[in-house]
């Protein structure tokens, strides 16, 4: 997301993304101080300002960066979107989900 704002694209695809730095630190890893966490790597502020198209995947089962993560993002972020939710966990949803995956990708880039 943070590269998108920085380069001119056609379109961007998210898998598993998260809101910010500082919102995963606080569930991942609750006794640091916020204030320690010097990167603000927040993708929920700038993808409000990506108007490509977004194609947003996110599993219901990732116990590592949860669904509610992904769909903010999708929340914020302006048209033209998609959130497609996909099955399996963190590491593997691509795999679980992988017909799902590979055919909303085609679509996707199909439209750009």
């Not at 606080?26 to 929920?44: E, N, Q």
């Not at 300002?49 to 219901?60: C, D, N, Q, R, V």
């Not at 590592?64 to 033209?80: I, K, N």
Request: aromatic share 8%; charged share 30%.
């Amino acid at each position: 997301i943070d590269l998108a704002g920085k380069h001119e694209l056609g379109g961007i695809i998210i898998e598993g993304g998260f809101t910010s730095i500082k919102e995963m630190a606080k569930r991942l890893a609750p006794f640091i101080p916020p204030s320690v966490i010097k990167s603000k790597f927040d993708s929920l502020e700038k993808i409000k300002g990506l108007t490509i198209p977004k194609l947003i995947f996110h599993s219901a089962d990732d116990d590592v960066v949860p669904f509610e993560l992904g769909r903010r993002l999708y929340d914020e972020a302006p048209e033209p979107k998609e959130l497609v939710q996909l099955q399996g966990g963190h590491n593997d949803a691509f795999l679980t989900s992988q017909e799902l995956f590979m055919g909303k990708i085609d679509s996707f880039v199909g439209r750009l």
